[in-house]
């Protein structure tokens, strides 16, 4: 199959599930969504522990992010593409 047509086959259902998201009414939220599972706050930060636990996912996204962007004369990864 040629990219553009690939492309186009990708790209159109995108175009019209969100042409319908727009057109669909709001779904309300309840307000007890807000209430997230540790509403404690320690050093200032409100919802500490639901910040916190956020902190491992940065740690290992900016570790990938020294890998793919140091200078290197070896190929990162088995296959180049």
């Known amino acids: 199959m040629p990219r553009p047509k ?3 086959l990708l790209l159109t259902p995108a ?3 969100a ?3 727009l057109l ?3 779904i309300p939220q ?3 969504y807000h209430q997230f599972a540790d509403q404690r706050a320690w050093l200032g930060i409100p919802n500490f522990g639901d910040v916190a ?3 491992p996912f940065a740690l290992v996204g ?3 992010l020294i890998f793919l962007l140091r200078p290197s004369t070896q ?3 088995a296959d180049p593409r």
Do not use: D, E, K, Y
Request: aromatic fraction near 8%.
């Open 15 to 17: 175009v019209v599930i």
């Open 6 to 8: 690939a492309a186009l």
């Open 53 to 55: 636990s956020n902190l």
């Open 30 to 32: 309840p307000m007890s």
């Open 19 to 21: 042409i319908i998201a």
């Open 75 to 77: 190929n990162r990864f």
């Open 62 to 64: 900016i570790w990938g």
């Open 24 to 26: 669909l009414p709001l």
